[in-house]
């Protein structure tokens, strides 16, 4: 292992990046230097249990063996080249990821979310060009990223401050109403896209008949139904789609986070009719599908399907829903738990993220999303002890919590 950055104490490179790095993040005053399974450390060598490992990306954990394997090898054959050739890595990947989605579909490959987002954008404009639709539905409370377009389709209106005007025709719904919804779309829309499960929105389950009732009113005003599934995909919810909980075939769905187990990767499936529109010329992406990314991909899909982690994401989710359901009955900050596989929201009655704080020092990692909802992506490989010694932290924190407010 090289050590060659491992010079620095953690307030030296605090220092350093407060000092040349732009600030727009907050950002814990912790600088970590490595990383294995469910486990980070500090440049002071504490290490750290990771509940939110890359921000969902790392759903094999830190540094999976055989991504990191892949990724060595390929490194030292072929880093880059465009997409005017074909290169095996990508075509391989595309045809994992279009066979696990039960009904095939072509695949486009970028390196974000955001990016997936702003392809599923245009494809959706370029679907419906030649019948006059270009509007496209999005939801309250949703996230799709952070670029002019896709930040125009996130519905909440934070993140617009300063930036605006916003890309014209979006046109926002209140999640999981079908009869305003209805009210909304004109022979102008083209599409409707929403995350099968919101994430950064609070971790929100949709009602039952939702997203079925929403592929209804997309077949019957010839809209397409686009799944943003950055979040949601490659196994995070037990299946390898979301989208798969649910009796209904989306039109595209877009990947990035969980895609390569922690390399940068974005993409988009789409049906072949639809995807049909993407003629050379209308879209593209320098480093989209380059062979180092794409192998990672598929190295994370082989590890998910030779160890059975689907199965084990769905374990997973059941078992933080038995502990945490013994945090709630002796613990009356924790109100709801929202869970699917290895997504795991946990709604407060207080602002979260003093609970973050006091989990941070007790040297346990996790999110608080939309101000007061805990989100848990764990790793969908997390042992059941790892999974118990994070729960005992975090009831500690909220009772201790509970009791100082008293
Ligand atoms: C994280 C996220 C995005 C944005 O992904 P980036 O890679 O940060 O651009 C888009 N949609 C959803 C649902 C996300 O969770």
Known sequence: MTETLETLSSAEIIAKAKAHLTGNYTRFPVALVRGEGSHVWDAEGNRYLDFFPGWGCGILGHCPPRV??????????????PNSWYTEPQAVLGELLAERTGWGGQVFFCNSGTEANEAAIKLARLNGAARGKYKIVTFTDSFHGRTMGSLSATAQPKYHAGVGPMLPGFVYAPYGDLDALTKLIDAETCAVMIEPIQGEGGVNIPPPGFLE??????????????????????????????HQHWNLVPDIVTLAKALAGGIALGGLVARNEVAAYLKPGTHAATFGGNPVAARAGIATVETIDDENLLERAHQVGERFRVRLTEVMAKCSLVTELRIMGAMIGVQLAVE?????????ERRLLVNCTHGTVLRLLPAINLTDDLIDEGCDILAEVLIAHEADAK
């Open 68 to 81: 990191v394997e892949a990724v060595r090898d390929q490194v030292g054959t072929l880093i880059h080249v």
């Open 352 to 360: 979260g993220a003093p609970i973050v704080g006091k989990c941070l």
């Open 213 to 242: 009732g929403l592929r209804a009113l997309c077949d019957a005003h010839g809209m397409l139904l686009i799944f943003d599934e950055v979040q949601t995909g490659m196994g995070r919810t037990g299946k390898w789609y979301a």
